[in-house]
């Protein structure tokens, strides 16, 4: 006589079976999560919040999908730290994942800034990928919780770094350059060289004394390559003697690491005081911003707790 299967109802409903279930990483308690996607930013699109969905089913953890719509993103995120979520994804733009990691602090949730932006400097630095499915399962799996130092000027948190001065507006140029967008770098380019000469910064480091440069970058301890210890920024001061230089620098900073230039010297520092005589231009973990003519940068030594694998590998240096 043969037996006969009974029709498996979770088979049929298309969720996993507990036993096909994939591994849930070992170093971090996984019961509750929610996930914050916002369908329009520039790398996300309107399959994520599905395409989410259902690689979350392949793990025992309870998951929420949210979709950031319209004016409704502060109350999104206002509910997503209400819910007791043991970690919070974030599939949206740069400053968004920035703005979640900065209400988290230390004593919150794990955060997951997953490259939904334009630059995802901090996805990169913490999973080494600008495939956010591929970056999603490497927190599920693997992800540990790690404590992530920064910065913070202006009421604006970075945790990789901020450039400060005219050699800012070279940022979307690199980045449009790296994806292939010859013209639209060709335009941040031109816009570039037309700001390169409209002043000068005068900053100090710590309360030390004034020095003067063309451009001031702030790096945080997670992708610096000349600190070991998180016990400040690495302060890097960009000062070109003459136009030539100024445009060397530019090209380094458009084709090749900066860090490398002899125009620019570097230190560790832990306040950092900044003067212009105009509104200082400025790129905040990749997201462009105008600064006051007087500025204050602080190191945040502990600034929110991240679920990633351990050590965080940059996939490009900044």
């Known amino acids: 006589m043969t037996d006969i299967a009974s029709p498996d109802p979770e088979a049929e409903s298309g969720q996993p079976s507990p036993a096909a279930l994939r591994g849930l990483t070992p170093h971090a308690p996984l019961k509750r999560a929610v996930m914050l996607v916002n369908p329009l930013s520039g790398g996300v699109g309107p399959r994520a919040a599905s395409e989410a969905e259902a690689i979350l089913a392949e793990y025992e953890v309870e998951a929420r999908v949210v979709t950031l719509e319209g004016g409704g993103f502060d109350q999104a995120i206002a509910d997503a730290f209400a819910a007791s979520a043991d970690v919070i994804f974030v599939l949206a733009g740069d400053g968004t994942a920035r703005s979640v990691a900065s209400k988290a602090r230390p004593d919150g949730p794990m955060i997951a800034p997953l490259p939904g932006g334009t630059m995802n400097m901090l996805p990169k630095a913490l999973y080494g990928t600008s495939d956010w499915k591929a970056a999603l399962r490497l927190a599920l799996e693997e992800g540990q919780p790690q404590l992530v130092s920064g910065g913070e000027v202006e009421g604006e948190y970075f945790y990789c770094a901020a450039i400060l001065g005219s050699p800012a507006l070279w940022a979307p140029a690199r980045e449009a350059m790296r994806t ?129 694998p351990r050590p965080p590998a940059a996939e490009d240096s900044v």
């Open 180 to 308: 292939g967008k010859l013209r639209l770098a060709w335009a941040y380019a031109r816009r570039a060289l037309k700001r390169a000469f409209t002043g000068r910064l005068r900053f100090s480091l710590d309360g030390g004394g004034r020095r003067r440069a063309e451009a001031l970058v702030l790096i945080s301890p997670m992708i610096s390559k000349a600190m070991e210890t998180p016990t400040g920024l690495e302060a890097a001061a960009m000062d070109p003697s003459d136009a030539a230089q100024a445009f060397r620098l530019a090209a380094n900073a458009l084709f090749s690491d900066w860090r490398h230039d002899p125009a620019v010297s570097t230190r560790s520092a832990r306040r950092i005081d900044v003067r212009a005589r105009s509104r200082i231009p400025a790129v905040i973990d990749g997201e462009p911003v105008l600064l006051k003519p007087e500025a204050t940068v602080r190191f945040i030594p502990q600034a929110f707790r991240a679920l990633a």
